[in-house]
């Protein structure tokens, strides 16, 4: 239980909310733990729960009725989902599927519903989170259609990386078809990306990402793709 109210204060979600209000969301939560490509939910169920991630990696994506897989977003430890469709009583949107061994909190959504219709610090919380996240989907579509696939790969790379140091190193936290689904690529664009990368000082070796200089990745993360059709 002290796992769960924990976490619950310090999610991103329920982090402004008062202690006794923390209580009692703990109270109607439990732990899930999942194994490396257990489906949490499908696509179109009833939305039943809210889920905060205490260790590990989610993928949430769609299927198309040709059954093409287009990845939404990859989540950690610290993230929250499924917490709109909770709020309005909607199916899932999505699909969710733990890309990696994973440990999740999950709130009854039908109690939390009753905790928002009572208690205007909940619901407030809540709408500041799906806020959030939408500007955080609009920054992701500038991002791919402003930046060059290399350059979503080395700002990947960059906040992966737990060490600031001009060399590093970053474990990737999941396999590479995953990795290019996140960023809008196809896999073999992901490969073309970490070879151009190798400019910039990046080399990969298996599942491991080695940076020699991380103040030139972000530089060139950071750089206008379209300057070079504008030199003269």
Known sequence: MTLIRDTIRQSILFSSLQADLIDRIAGFSSMRDVAQGE??????????GVFLIV?????LYRVAPSGTEAVVSVKTRGHS???????????????????????LIVVDARKLRHLIETEPDVAKALLISCVTKLQSFVTQVE?????????????????LADDKDSACHVDLPY?????????????????RAFRRLRDYGVR????????????????????DP???WTKG
């Open 226 to 228: 379209s300057l070079p």
């Open 81 to 103: 989902f499924a917490e709109a469709v909770a709020i309005r009583g909607t199916p899932y949107p999505v699909s969710a599927e733990a890309a990696t061994e994973a440990s």
């Open 175 to 191: 396999n590479k078809v995953l990795i290019a689904g996140r960023l809008g690529m196809k896999p073999e664009s992901l490969s």
């Open 39 to 48: 489906t949490i939910f499908v696509q179109g169920e009833p939305s039943n």
């Open 143 to 159: 991002q791919l259609k402003a930046r060059s696939g290399s350059q979503r790969v080395a700002e990947f790379l960059i906040e």
């Open 204 to 223: 990969i070796d298996g599942n491991r990402a080695w940076i020699s200089d991380l103040q030139q990745l972000i530089d060139f993360a950071s750089e």
């Open 55 to 59: 260790r590990g990696w989610v993928k």
